[in-house]
């Protein structure tokens, strides 16, 4: 199916997305949709013939555990509310522990890479025909940008991506941005991958901006698109016509004439790369069988992928083989992001704490991982500040109680009983 080029659809810059010229698609984080009613904005979209992809973020299909079935039904719903042609996901965990484990779950908050082992994709392989069996609509998966390798992997990324389609039949959906994020962070060549990769499996393709700080690579989506990444598009491009282009964009959004220049350049990207195909590629060899492995492929991944990210959200000791700066950098980013969504989420906790907010929240989290959805976070934050007779401004304090109490009671409290909270906040100056 021909889908065209697109870009993803945020809340923020709904308007923006309706008046650009020559979008033929989008793409809605999933998770922000409710299971029964889309937003106004996406109802005049699909209304115009505009077709709305719905892409997961948290299904987590690369780690230990089967997914959860509430999940893929929350999938599933939302695929026949928005009645799309396929869904994606990521080939990532977000999630480790439990009973694999036997140890507390964590919540990573954040797409971080499985092991390319054979063990790896056995489980990966197995979760994906559940979700495959689970959903209405064909799945597509998408390869992450990373920050960290893993020691002892035994399969390149193409030669992973190949193997995983070959078994499953599953779709991929090809980011150029992370092809490029891999290749300063970990080494590893875009051409490689691509020539490896099975490009007649791609369902679309993801474009997107990022900067480099101290030699890693950031995939922000909060930056514009830079050269390299579309000279990967490019090369992508070379090998296959892909049925769909979306430019991904999630936080400090430009202008509308910058989107749609970005849009422009991407088109451009495309069409001149394919004016001159280059000579005839044949694709490597598969990679070889692996040897005989001892039943466990489950609880090997558990144990590994729960130590990592222990290392990563709680301060534990760093596994072996694992570049500990790198891991340095990895922790701090999830905190980060933690800092920045539970400001989104509860935007009245930096309202009260002001500009201590950052620290406060980053201090907090340093050894104490999430292990439910960042409103929880939200709650758990307050508690320990209040906890600890924090903040010192006593009214402040005041004011962190009343919204910790509001959300934490058996109900929330009615709107009526925000309003005049808010009220007497203003005139009381509390």
């Not at 923006?16 to 010229?21: D, G, Q, S, Y």
């Not at 195909?277 to 991944?301: K, N, V, W, Y």
């Amino acid at each position: 199916m021909k889908l065209g080029t697109g870009i993803g659809w945020r809340p923020e810059i709904a308007d923006t997305v309706e008046a650009l010229p020559g979008i033929d698609w989008v793409e809605a984080v999933a998770e922000n949709l409710c299971e029964d009613h889309l937003p106004a904005s996406l109802v005049r979209l699909r209304e115009r013939g505009v077709t709305v992809v719905p892409h997961g973020v948290s299904l987590g299909l690369g780690g230990a555990d089967r997914p959860d079935p509430g999940r893929l039904a929350g999938l599933a719903a939302r695929a026949g509310l928005l009645g799309t042609p396929l869904v994606t996901e990521h080939i990532a965990f977000v999630r480790a522990g439990g009973p694999l484990s036997a140890s507390p779950v964590l919540e990573a908050g954040h797409l971080l890479p499985v092991p390319r082992t054979w063990d790896a994709l056995d489980v990966l392989c197995e979760n994906v025909r559940i979700a495959q069996d689970s959903l209405p609509v064909p799945l597509a998966l998408e390869n992450i940008a990373t920050l960290i390798s893993w020691p002892g992997e035994e399969l390149t990324e193409g030669q992973f991506l190949a193997e995983l389609v070959e078994r499953t039949g599953v779709r991929l959906l090809i980011d150029v941005a992370n092809l490029h994020t891999n290749h300063v962070n970990r080494g590893e060549d875009p051409s490689t991958a691509l020539d490896e990769l099975p490009v007649e499996a791609i369902a679309y393709v993801h474009v997107a901006g990022g900067v480099e700080k101290d030699g890693v690579w950031h995939d922000t989506h909060a930056h514009p698109v830079t050269r390299p990444v579309l000279d990967v598009l490019k090369q992508l491009r070379s090998r296959v016509d892909p049925p769909g282009v979306l430019l991904e964009r999630d936080d400090d959004f430009p202008p509308a004439e910058e989107l749609a220049g970005e849009l422009a350049a991407i088109r451009s990207a495309l069409a001149s790369a394919a004016a001159a195909p280059p000579a005839g590629r044949q694709r490597p060899a598969r990679a070889p069988e692996p040897a005989p492995r001892a039943a466990g492929a489950r609880e090997r991944t558990g144990l590994s992928q729960t130590a990592l990210l222990s290392t990563l959200v709680a301060g534990t000791p760093a596994p072996d083989g694992f570049d500990r700066r790198r891991l340095g950098v990895q922790s701090r980013a999830l905190a980060g992001k933690r800092a920045e969504v539970v400001a989104k989420v509860a935007p009245e906790l930096p309202e009260i704490l002001g500009g201590g907010y950052r620290e406060a929240f980053l201090a907090y989290a340093r050894n104490r991982p999430m292990s439910a959805g960042y409103r929880r976070d939200a709650l758990g934050f307050a508690e320990h500040l209040l906890v600890t007779d924090r903040p010192a401004d006593e009214a402040a304090r005041r004011r962190l109680t009343r919204w910790w109490q509001e959300r934490a009671a058996p109900r929330p409290p009615r709107r009526g009983t925000r309003l005049v909270h808010a009220a007497r906040t203003a005139l009381l100056g509390r």
